[in-house]
């Protein structure tokens, strides 16, 4: 497994619907939701105000998704080592 993989790969979803229960992964998907309102949001408020294009939602969006996925990783396979 590669680095990219390994770190920002899905196996951490797929360690949590093996491991934990169905509320834990509603919780994650939620707090995944949650969290990316809040980023979008902390950016048009960072950028003066104004509405952000598409293309920098966009970008705010797949930062979030890959420090997102960070965190799942290091949670679920690379912190229980």
């Not at 770190?7 to 992964?25: D, M, P």
């Amino acid at each position: 497994m590669g680095f990219i993989q390994q770190w920002f790969g899905f196996h951490g979803w797929k360690n949590l619907t093996a491991k934990e229960s169905i509320v834990a992964t509603i919780f994650y998907r939620v707090f995944f939701v949650v969290g990316l309102a809040f980023t979008i949001i902390a950016y048009s408020y960072i950028s003066g105000g104004d509405d952000p294009s598409l293309i920098w939602i966009t970008a705010v969006g797949l930062v979030w998704f890959l420090f997102f996925q960070f965190m799942i990783n290091l949670i679920f396979v690379n912190g229980s080592r």
